[in-house]
């Protein structure tokens, strides 16, 4: 029934106003009566959607799918109901903008370091798909304060054979990336 009166209500403010300027929107048709959802630039908008990215889907490790799901859109509704909930497209690009920052610091970090040792390991899963994953390890000295810094570097797909002279490839290529072949003191691996 409100489904039905809110667009009896569409219609009519439609034809009241005569021109597209003075149409209702879309999204204050699908929204409650009297509720004027956020902008996407509104610092609230903004503020909720880098909390959803950072403490629920980062920190939580909890999948992309989660704001797709209409449970969760419900909750959102209930927690704030002037949020509009953003798309999978814009927190995938938003991870992806926070990966490149990320990966930023620690090539900073890196170059202000003279000695960087790796733990490098390759593993295969139950479903046998292959990866490799690199971590560096080196002293950081702020002020008088040496502090050890481990920061991984790499963990990604890794297929066809598990040969010395692919993972010797992909290895070199990480450690291109990171500017940090000059400074290698250690490379700690299993006996694979």
Known sequence: ????????????????????EGQSSLDSFLTKPGVQIY???????????????????ISCNLPLSLIDKPSF???MSVVEERYCPVSRSTVTRRLSELALDKESKIKS???K??????????????????FLGVTAHFMEIEGNNPSLQ???LSCERFT???????ISEKFEEICDNFNM????????????
């Open 73 to 75: 859109k419900n909750f």
């Open 39 to 57: 902008s996407q630039g509104h610092p609230r908008q903004k503020a909720i959607t880098e909390s959803i990215i950072q403490d629920l889907i």
């Open 113 to 130: 370091t003279d000695n960087v040792s790796v733990t490098v390991d390759i593993w295969t899963d139950r479903s046998m798909r292959g």
């Open 160 to 166: 066809g054979s598990h040969t010395g002279e692919r």
């Open 1 to 20: 029934m409100l489904f039905v009166y809110r667009f009896y209500e569409f219609n009519r403010a439609k034809v009241a106003s005569g021109s597209a």
């Open 109 to 111: 970090k890196l170059e």
């Open 181 to 192: 072949k000059h400074k290698l003191d250690y490379i700690i691996c299993d006996n694979t």
């Open 150 to 152: 481990t920061v991984l």
